[in-house]
């Protein structure tokens, strides 16, 4: 049995905005108002703010997984379905607390594959 690989990339990116004293403490949050695939082999999640994420991978499918602290998303869908390429389905997920903001971006893959990540910006 042959095995493929291929790889992914994600990019973390963010945008400048304004910065305006904080009303309450969602004001304060990184805005992720982008998850969208690209090309089939990129990954790209804007934010408003410098990322603080960390990533692990789980099995049965293959998964990435993102979690970006001290976020939240604006106008995200749940669920966007890819494809048939090498990035089947990309979900989102709020987990939220009294202290803590965390958006989970869960990006399903046809097979195992390597990845990697890079930030752009902030």
Not at 4 to 26: H, M, N, V
Not at 46 to 72: A, C, H, I, L, N
Request: hydrophobic content about 35%; charged content about 30%; proline content about 5%.
């Amino acid at each position: 049995m042959r095995r493929f690989f291929a790889s992914i990339l994600a990019l973390i990116t963010t945008l400048p905005g304004p910065i305006r004293a904080a009303d309450d403490k969602t004001s304060q949050l990184n805005k992720i108002s982008v998850v969208t695939a690209e090309d089939e082999v990129v990954v790209r999640l804007v934010g408003t703010k410098s990322p603080d994420f960390t990533t692990y991978t789980q099995r049965d499918p293959f998964r990435v997984v993102v979690d970006w602290s001290g976020s939240r998303f604006v106008g995200q869908p749940e669920e966007q379905s890819v494809g048939p390429g090498l990035i089947r389905r990309i979900r989102t997920k709020q987990i939220e607390s009294e202290s803590e903001h965390i958006s989970r971006v869960t990006i399903e893959l046809a097979l195992e594959t390597a990845f990697r990540f890079e930030t752009e910006g902030r």
